[in-house]
């Protein structure tokens, strides 16, 4: 059984910061791409960054350098650290990660930026 657990997350003010991680536990064999999406109320869920198991990295145009999203492959945990937050980062994030080649999620975590 293969469970991937976030922490973090939080409330913050405008132009702080936050840091989420995820941890994937259980039998692990393969550990591939990573990824943190996040879904506001009323709104779809949108993909936020993308680490692949070398370490390339894609983010949405709106989180560009202010996000960084990196992993660690020994510890089987991928992280988000949010910088220069807005308002309209607020949402629920989720943990993605392709494990022994099937896709898992985590349950999400709150972020609220407060204007």
């Known amino acids: 059984q293969v469970q991937l657990v976030e922490s973090g997350g939080g409330l913050v003010q405008a132009g702080g910061s936050l840091r989420v991680s995820c941890a994937a536990s259980?039998?692990?064999?393969?550990?591939?791409?990573m990824a943190w999406f996040r879904q506001a109320p009323g709104k779809q869920r949108e993909l936020v960054a993308h680490?692949?198991?070398?370490?390339?990295?894609n983010y949405v145009d709106s989180v560009k350098g202010r996000f960084t999203i990196s992993r660690d492959n020994a510890k089987n945990t991928v992280s988000l650290q949010m910088n220069s937050l807005k308002p309209e980062d607020t949402a629920v994030y989720y943990c993605?990660?392709?494990?022994?080649?099937?896709?898992?999620w985590g349950q999400g975590t709150q972020v609220t930026v407060s204007s």
């Open positions: 993605n990660a392709l494990v022994n080649r099937e896709t898992y």
């Open positions: 259980g039998s692990i064999f393969s550990l591939g791409a």
């Open positions: 680490i692949t198991s070398v370490g390339r990295t």
